[in-house]
C-alpha cells in the first residue's frame, strides 16, 4: 500500500512539474521574448495556454496556444540576424506540455502509429493536415527570423503553426517575412521583438467529423526595436520603432481578383505631431530635424522641389468608447520630385516684364522670317531641288512638323491619335515608319570616343564597334598606379524624372566584373536589369557576376551574397547583399531584374509579356530606397537595352502626359549611347507595344483589375528583314 501511495505522489510531481510550463504566470525566462516583459492584454481564456517553447535544453520563444481550435493564438520571439537560409531534415513535433502522459518539458518529435491519440485533444496532430488539401502549415516564428540551428529546428513544431492558404503562405506573407528580415538585418541595431498571431472567424479543420484546428481569417505580426540606425533612408527610418502589418488569409479568387495582400500600419505616432507654424524654422532645421517633428503648415517655396506622401489616420476606441489619444496611421510611399512654380511678379516689375517679353518675342519671329526668307532665295538661286530638301512636309497624323538636315523636328503625339498615326507608318510594306527608323542612323555619331579607344581600354569593350561617347560615359574612382581604371564601357542615360535615370552598360566580360560592381556601389545602384541570357545560341552574351548561390563572393574589395531567388516564367528577380570591406559604409541590398525570354537578334513573341516586366521593374524602382541610376545591359548594352529603356520612358510618358513621343525619345537615347534600340524591328516593336497598351486600357474601362490585359502578339516574322549581318544586334 505503501509502494502505490509514493508511485501516485510521484507521477502528480512530475505532471505538476510538466504542467507548470503552461500556467497563466509566466516567468522570467519565457518574459524574456517580450518588450519590457509584459505579453498582450485582452486575451483571457480557459482554453488560452502558455508555452515556454523548449528545444534541446533551452527556452527558444513563447507561444499563446489556444488548446480547443489547436492552434497558437501568438508567438513572441526576438529576431536573429540571418541570410534568410531553412533547416533541412527536421521532423515535426508536438508539444509535451500539453499532453499529460509525458515526462519532459521539450517538444518531441511525432511518434509512429497512433500513440498521439494520447494528446490530440490539447493539440493539433499531423493527421488534421493530411488531408486538408486547401490549406498548408505556416509558421508564427519562421525559422528564416532565426540564426542557430536550433532556433531554426524550434520552430518545426504543430504549436508553432497555424493554416494558410497556399497563395497567400508562398506569394504574400513570406514575402513580407523576408521584407522584415531584411529591414531589421540592415538597421535594428539592438533587440527586436516581434509578435505575430491569428484572428479566427469560426471555419475549421474537420477530420473525422470532427472539428480539429481553426483556419485563420487575418495573419498579423507586430515588431519593436527601440535601438536602430537613425542615418536609414526615410523610407525606412519611419518604420522604427514600432511596425505592424497584417494580411487577409484567402487564396486569389476565379475573376483574379488578389484579396490576399499585406497592410502595413504605423505604430505609436499620431496627427498632433503634424502642422504648426513654420515660421519657427530655419531653412536647415526642416531638413535636419526628426522625420515627423520637423513638418509644418505653410505656404511652398517657389521654385522648390517636393515628394509628397498621403497620411492615412484610423480612430481608435476602447471597450468604454474612450477615444485613444494617439490614432494609428500608415504612409503612402514618396512621390517623385514635384517642383513648384517661381513666385510670381507683381505691380511694374510685371508690367514690364511681360512687355519686354513681348518685343522680344515680336524680333525674334520677323528675325527669323526674314532669315529663312533670304535662305531659300538663295537655295533656289543655286539648286532649285535644295529648295525640298530644306523644307519637306511629311504626311502624318499630326506627329512631324518637318525634316531639318538630319533631324526631324517632332511633337508628342496625343493617345487618342496613336493608333491612326501607326497605321499609316505601317503601310505600303511600313515605308513611313522604315523611312522614320533611317532618320536616326547618324544621330549622336559625330561624338568623341578617346577614351574608350585608348589601347589599355580596348579589351574592356565587349564588341569593338559599340563604345561610349567621352561627355556620356560613366567614370570610376580611380585605383592606384592605373590611370585607366576609372574606365568601363557604361554610358549615363536620362529619364523623364532624372538626368542620369539609368546607366546603359554591356555585359560584363570575365575581366570587367569586378568594374561592373565597383559601378554599381560608387553610384549608389539599387536595380539591376538584365535583358539578355548569359549563352545564346551556343555563344557567350554576358558572363556571370553574380554569386550562383547564396554563398558570398568577392568582386574585387566588394562581397557580394545573393538573398533569394525567385524563379518566374518569364524572368527571374534576385536580391544580393553587397558590403564594402574598404569602407565603414552599411551593406546595400540590390534587385536584379532577369528578363529571360527575349530571343537572340529579335524580339519577344507577345508585347504582353515585355509590357508587363518593365512595368514590374518600374514599381519596384519607385519602391526604392534612393534616388541611384538603374543598371540596364543586354550584350553590347544598346539593343535590348535601347527598347527596354526606351519602352519604359514612354510608358511613363503616357501615364503622365496622356501622349507619346517615339522618335524623340528614340532621339534622345541616341545622343547619349550609339545604336540604342538597333533595329528597325526593335523600333516597330516599341510601337506595337504601345498600340497594345491602349488598347488594353480602352477594353478594361470597366473591369475593376487591370493587371492581366489581353494583348496582340508582335509577329516576329516581320524582324527577318531587319537582321543584318556583320552587325552586333542584340
Same mark, same amino acid.
Request: charged share 25%; proline share 6%.
Given at each position: 500500500?505503501? /509502494?502505490?501511495?509514493?508511485? /501516485?505522489?510521484?507521477? #502528480? ?64 520571439? !526576438?529576431?536573429? +540576424? ?78 508553432? $503553426? ?99 495582400? *499585406?497592410?502595413? =500600419? ?5 496627427? %498632433? ?16 530635424? %526628426? ?5 509644418? %503648415? ?18 481608435? /476606441? ?15 510611399? &514618396? ?23 513681348? @518685343? ?9 522670317? =526674314?532669315? +529663312? ?11 532649285? =531641288? ?7 512636309? =511629311? ?58 579607344? *585608348? ?41 523623364? #524624372? ?21 559601378? $554599381? ?6 536595380? @539591376? ?5 548569359? *549563352? ?36 527571374? @528577380? ?14 546595400? $541590398? ?50 535590348? !537595352? ?25 532621339? %534622345? &537615347? ?61
Amino acid at each position: 500500500m505503501a /509502494f502505490w501511495v509514493q508511485t /501516485f505522489l510521484l507521477v #502528480n510531481l512530475i505532471t505538476s512539474a510538466v504542467r507548470g510550463r503552461v500556467e497563466k504566470e509566466l516567468s522570467s525566462e519565457c518574459r524574456q521574448f517580450l518588450y519590457m516583459q509584459t505579453p498582450p492584454t485582452g486575451l483571457e481564456h480557459p482554453s488560452l495556454r502558455f508555452i515556454c517553447q523548449r528545444y534541446n535544453k533551452r527556452t527558444r520563444y513563447l507561444t499563446l496556444y489556444n488548446t480547443v481550435d489547436h492552434v497558437p493564438v501568438y508567438s513572441a520571439y !526576438t529576431f536573429k +540576424r540571418s541570410a534568410g537560409e531553412k533547416c533541412v531534415d527536421v521532423p515535426w513535433m508536438y508539444e509535451p506540455q500539453l499532453s499529460t502522459y509525458s515526462d519532459t518539458d521539450e517538444m518531441q518529435p511525432f511518434p509512429r502509429g497512433y500513440m498521439h491519440m494520447d494528446f490530440e485533444d490539447a493539440q493539433a496532430v499531423l493527421d488534421d493536415y493530411t488531408n486538408a488539401v486547401l490549406y498548408e502549415r505556416g509558421t508564427l516564428n519562421p525559422e528564416e527570423h532565426q540564426d542557430e540551428p536550433d532556433d531554426k529546428a524550434s520552430t518545426y513544431t504543430l504549436t508553432n $503553426v497555424v493554416p494558410m492558404t497556399p497563395d497567400f503562405n508562398n506569394r504574400v506573407w513570406n514575402k513580407q517575412e523576408n521584407i522584415i528580415r531584411k529591414r531589421l538585418n540592415n538597421y535594428c541595431r539592438g533587440t527586436a521583438y516581434i509578435v505575430t498571431g491569428i484572428t479566427t472567424s469560426g471555419k475549421m479543420i474537420r477530420r473525422e467529423n470532427m472539428n480539429r484546428v481553426a483556419v485563420p481569417r487575418y495573419i498579423w505580426s507586430a515588431y519593436c526595436c527601440i535601438d536602430y540606425d537613425n542615418n536609414a533612408p526615410f523610407s525606412e527610418r519611419y518604420k522604427f520603432p514600432s511596425f505592424a502589418h497584417y494580411g487577409l488569409n484567402e487564396e486569389e479568387d476565379n475573376n483574379n481578383n488578389n484579396n490576399a495582400q *499585406v497592410v502595413e =500600419v504605423n505604430l505609436g505616432a499620431g496627427g %498632433d505631431r503634424l502642422g504648426g507654424p513654420c515660421d519657427r524654422h530655419h531653412d536647415d532645421e526642416i531638413y535636419l530635424s %526628426d522625420s515627423y517633428g520637423g513638418f509644418c %503648415d505653410g505656404p511652398l517655396r517657389p521654385h522648390t522641389s517636393y515628394r509628397v506622401s498621403v497620411r492615412a489616420f484610423t480612430r481608435l /476606441f476602447d471597450e468604454n468608447h474612450r477615444e485613444f489619444p494617439q490614432p494609428l496611421f500608415s504612409d503612402t510611399f &514618396l512621390s517623385a520630385p514635384i517642383r513648384t512654380h517661381s513666385e510670381p511678379l507683381g505691380g511694374v516689375v510685371e508690367g514690364l516684364s511681360a512687355g519686354m517679353f513681348l @518685343i522680344g518675342v515680336l524680333v525674334a519671329v520677323a528675325s527669323l522670317l =526674314v532669315y +529663312r526668307q533670304r535662305l531659300r532665295k538663295v537655295a533656289v538661286q543655286d539648286n532649285p =531641288v535644295v529648295r525640298m530638301s530644306m523644307w519637306k512636309e =511629311v504626311p502624318s497624323a499630326g506627329l512631324y512638323l518637318g525634316v531639318r538636315g538630319n533631324r526631324r523636328v517632332t511633337s508628342p503625339i496625343k493617345a487618342c491619335h496613336f493608333e491612326s498615326h501607326l497605321n499609316k507608318l505601317q503601310a505600303d510594306s511600313n515605308y513611313l515608319l522604315s523611312e522614320e527608323f533611317e532618320d536616326l542612323k547618324d544621330v549622336g555619331r559625330n561624338q568623341t570616343m578617346d577614351v574608350a579607344r *585608348v589601347p589599355e581600354n580596348r579589351g574592356k569593350n565587349r564588341y569593338n564597334n559599340i563604345l561610349p561617347y567621352d561627355s556620356t560615359r560613366v567614370k570610376l574612382s580611380f585605383l592606384e598606379d592605373d590611370p585607366c581604371s576609372d574606365y568601363i564601357n557604361a554610358s549615363y542615360i536620362p529619364g523623364n #524624372n532624372f538626368r542620369r535615370e539609368y546607366v546603359a552598360t554591356q555585359g560584363p566580360l570575365p575581366g570587367t566584373k569586378d568594374d561592373f560592381w565597383r559601378m $554599381v556601389w560608387e553610384h549608389g545602384v539599387h536595380n @539591376i536589369v538584365m535583358v539578355t541570357q548569359c *549563352v545564346e545560341k551556343g555563344r557567350v552574351k554576358c558572363d556571370q557576376y553574380w554569386p550562383p548561390d547564396r554563398d558570398p563572393l568577392y568582386y574585387g574589395e566588394l562581397v557580394v551574397q545573393m538573398l533569394s531567388e525567385s524563379v518566374l516564367p518569364e524572368w527571374t @528577380i534576385r536580391e544580393f547583399r553587397i558590403t564594402s570591406e574598404s569602407s565603414c559604409s552599411y551593406p546595400r $541590398v540590390l534587385r536584379h531584374f532577369h528578363y529571360t525570354v527575349w530571343p537572340d537578334h529579335g524580339v519577344p513573341e507577345s508585347s504582353q509579356s515585355l509590357i508587363q516586366f518593365v512595368r514590374t521593374t518600374r514599381d519596384y524602382v519607385d519602391r526604392s530606397p534612393s534616388t541611384g541610376a538603374t543598371v540596364v545591359h543586354c550584350s553590347a548594352g544598346v539593343g535590348r !537595352t535601347g527598347t527596354f529603356i526606351a519602352l519604359d520612358r514612354v510608358l511613363q510618358q503616357l501615364d503622365s502626359k496622356g501622349n507619346i513621343d517615339m522618335y524623340g525619345g528614340v532621339f %534622345d &537615347l541616341r545622343l547619349h549611347r550609339q545604336h540604342m534600340v538597333q533595329t528597325e524591328c526593335q523600333y516597330a516593336f516599341l510601337h506595337q507595344c504601345v498600340r497594345d497598351v491602349l488598347r488594353a486600357r480602352k477594353h478594361r474601362s470597366e473591369q475593376e483589375n487591370p493587371l492581366y490585359p489581353i494583348y496582340e502578339n508582335f509577329n516576329p516574322e516581320y524582324c527577318r528583314d531587319f537582321i543584318y549581318t556583320g552587325r552586333c544586334a542584340d
